[in-house]
């Protein structure tokens, strides 16, 4: 749907799963990251805030079978995993402060470094071939699991006494979130399209609930439906992605390094489903 990032779980380093020795674990313990106890009630917690409260737990994660069921869950125990394993080399680099994550991914976004003017180029090329005669518009995010909390920033937005990307910079909790990204209006879910369809560029979005999840919008711009847009914007949009690929990189050879540390080990035969592997997509 979206050229940029994915904003429907701000989706953090989808990597397998693997056991990193023959370390026995404790009953109960589904992982040991640096001698962090990982168990399987506070997996089993992270995926009960995943789904909707409202839906059935196998409805609320596939709505298909129960192999398409333990792929999603599969993923989400990833997910997980890479969050604790960061916010653990957060903590040990920088110490317990509340600005240590945001530390890591400055540093991570510093090893990335710039894209090339060539790559850059192309993509514009690109997208601007891509334009079709609907409404686009460029969209960013902010994702939030609690409905009053999402208020109160709203609130804050509202009366002015926080910017939009204030409130990124304080409520973000993975790499990705408050990115921009285009899509089609008519692309969105109904709920999100009609908060955002009379909004004029700048200007932020009501709490809007999909899947459980909270969000605020931002409209950044809105396309002309007639003609191409601004090649400036679209130099900038190319710039965006493609710096946020290069810190996925970065971030996702991190998660390896820490992975393969003597001291994580990861048990997902103890997991209540059958583990599934992530597998590589094949591109033709």
């Known amino acids: 749907m979206n050229r940029c990032t994915q904003w429907l779980l701000p989706a953090l380093l989808l990597l397998g799963s693997c056991s990193g020795g023959d370390q026995p674990l404790d009953e109960g313990v589904v992982a040991s990251l640096n001698g962090d106890p990982v168990t399987l009630d506070q997996f089993l917690e992270y995926l009960d805030e995943s ?31 890479d969050e604790r394993l960061l916010a653990g080399e957060a903590r040990r680099r920088y110490g317990k402060g509340p600005d240590a994550f945001d530390r890591l991914f400055a540093e991570l976004a510093a090893e990335a470094g710039e ?11 690109e997208r601007s ?19 009053a909390v999402a208020d109160k920033v709203y609130d804050q937005i509202r009366r002015k006494r926080m910017t939009f990307p204030e409130a990124v910079a304080a409520h973000e909790a993975t790499p990705g979130q408050g990115a921009p ?28 609930e999909v899947h459980g999840i909270f969000y605020l919008f931002q409209v ?16 900038e949009e190319a710039l965006a992605e493609l710096r946020s690929r290069m810190i996925q990189v970065a971030t996702d050879r991190l998660l390896q390094e820490l992975k393969n540390h003597p001291k994580v080990w990861i048990e997902t035969s103890r997991l209540p489903f059958r583990y599934v592997p992530e597998t590589a997509v094949q591109v033709e």
């Not at 894209?115 to 090329?125: F, K, S, Y």
């Not at 191409?228 to 130099?235: C, H, K, T, Y």
């Open 181 to 208: 990204m285009e899509t089609s209006l008519g692309s969105l879910p109904d709920e999100v399209r009609g908060a955002i369809e009379q909004l004029v560029a700048g200007r932020v979005s009501r709490p809007v």
């Open 220 to 235: 950044e711009a809105w396309r002309d439906a007639a003609g191409l847009a601004d090649d400036s914007e679209l130099r």
């Open 51 to 81: 789904h909707s409260p409202e839906d059935e737990p196998d409805v609320a994660l596939t709505g298909t079978d129960t192999e398409q069921l333990d792929r999603v869950r599969s993923r989400l125990f990833d997910i997980f995993v």
């Open 115 to 125: 894209p090339d003017p060539a790559m850059v180029d192309a993509m514009v090329l």
């Open 129 to 147: 071939a891509d334009f079709r005669e609907d409404r686009t518009l460029v969209l960013r995010a902010l994702m939030f699991q609690d409905q």
